[in-house]
């Protein structure tokens, strides 16, 4: 999500109507979830079980 906004446009857009960026409230949210997302999944990698 943070590393590849333009395959986003391509799941959101429909093909006749190509934006090439992100709207500034996008990009925001794009940013925000994937740091969400990777804060996660370091919670669930140091979290685990050594058993």
């Not at 333009?6 to 960026?21: D, K």
């Not at 740091?35 to 058993?51: M, P, T």
Request: a negative charge; aromatic letters at 14%.
């Amino acid at each position: 999500m943070m590393f590849f906004p333009s395959f986003l446009l391509y799941l959101a857009e429909p093909s006749n109507e190509r934006r090439i960026a992100l709207t500034p409230l996008e990009g925001f949210l794009c940013t925000n979830s994937g740091i969400l997302l990777a804060a996660f999944a370091a919670a669930l990698l140091f979290n685990v079980g050594s058993s």
